[in-house]
């Protein structure tokens, strides 16, 4: 099993990214995926989650209305779209999937807000 996350980066505040998670080795087509973060000295939180077929999405409040999660089952493949980013975002953001009763993490990949 393997998630890899890419596109995180350094942004100015107000600035966007594209975050994706590249899934293999399970049904990531049956599976919910989520997004976390973890910022410094802080608990990771769930952002974003979607349901397997896409049909059903939530957000932390702290990020609606600027983040979408998205996903191509044809590419196993699970998209955060991050906008109007802001210091608070910075953390690093993990993706996870849930496969029935499994649960997988990625490795996480680091957004630095800063100007």
């Known amino acids: 099993v393997q998630l890899v996350e890419s596109g995180g980066g350094l942004v100015q505040p107000g600035g966007s990214l594209r975050l994706s998670c590249v899934a293999s080795g399970f049904a990531f087509s049956r599976s919910h995926m989520n997004w976390y973060r973890q910022a410094p000295g802080k608990e990771r939180e769930l952002v974003a989650a979607?349901?397997?077929?896409?049909?059903?999405?939530n957000y932390a409040d702290s990020v609606k209305g600027r983040f979408t999660i998205s996903r191509d089952n044809d590419k196993n493949t699970v998209y955060l779209q991050m906008n109007s980013l802001k210091f608070e975002d910075t953390a690093v953001y993990y993706c996870?999937?849930?496969?029935?009763?499994?649960?997988?993490w990625g490795q996480g990949t680091q957004v630095t807000v800063s100007s």
């Open positions: 996870r999937a849930r496969e029935g009763l499994r649960t997988y």
């Open positions: 979607i349901f397997s077929d896409g049909a059903v999405t």
